[in-house]
């Protein structure tokens, strides 16, 4: 969850420490930032060269058509908006 976050939401170098409950030792939340810090950029790197171009869904809305009392197969319409 650190890494994601480290390299996700850009967290500054100055707020990983912030990032961490208070049950972690202190020695280790320095250790951990250390790496976080030195394996931000290239993480960050490796994440825009996997990612695939998927168009970002909008929105989306649905309903029921065929509601009428002689039909025997309601069906659902689902539009995408991209």
């Keep these: ?3 994601r976050r480290c ?3 850009n967290t500054s170098k100055e707020d990983i420490p ?5 049950e972690v030792l202190p ?7 250390l790496l976080l810090q030195k394996f931000q950029l290239e993480w960050q ?3 825009m060269k ?5 168009p970002r ?3 989306m809305t649905w309903n029921m058509t065929n509601l009428e009392k002689g039909s025997a197969d309601p ?3 689902i539009d995408l908006k991209v």
Excluded: G, H, R, S
């Design 1 to 3: 969850m650190l890494i």
């Design 7 to 9: 390299v996700y939401e």
């Design 18 to 22: 912030k990032l961490f409950p208070d």
């Design 27 to 33: 020695e280790l939340q320095k250790l951990l930032t």
């Design 45 to 47: 790197e490796d994440v």
């Design 50 to 54: 996997d990612q695939n171009i998927v």
């Design 57 to 59: 869904l909008k929105a």
């Design 75 to 77: 069906a659902e319409v």
